[in-house]
């Protein structure tokens, strides 16, 4: 089987329930983890073992960030949280990365996300950058489809 050349970050976007919500400049938390459960036993010679098997599974957060717009998408997504209107707020989605020839390359789905966080840039008039929001997005689980 031939190498593959790695593929290039810098073109993804991201989907929430089919909608292309935008474009971000960084994504950070595409997996998952399990925690690890130690049990000592001992051999028949009396020798002191240490198994390690599987614990409960542990998806990361999905963190988002990106240039901020006159966009109200994410601010608008977190205020249904904030008005306590969870059930509701639940969306699947995908984070989808792109080749340099613009297709699609690899896709992360992501099941029941909330917005847990979502903040605005900081700002001061001393420097010369963009203004970055971010956005956590808590999920169910996650499954790199493509």
Known sequence: MPDKDPIASFSFYVEVQGKLV???????????????????ASDKGGAELVHKVPGRLKWTDIVLKR??????????????I?????????RNGS?????????????WNFVNGW??????????????????????IVHEGLKRAK
């Open 82 to 90: 904030e008005d306590g209107r969870v059930e509701g707020a639940r």
């Open 22 to 40: 935008g474009r971000f400049q960084e994504v950070s938390g595409l997996g998952s983890e399990s925690e690890v459960i130690e049990y000592k």
């Open 115 to 136: 917005p847990s966080k979502v903040s605005g840039p900081s700002l001061s008039a001393k420097t010369n950058e963009i203004g970055i929001e971010e956005l956590t």
């Open 95 to 107: 984070i989808v990365m792109y080749g340099q020839d613009n297709k699609e390359v690899a896709r």
């Open 67 to 80: 240039g901020i717009t006159d966009d109200m998408d994410i601010w608008d997504w977190r205020k249904e």
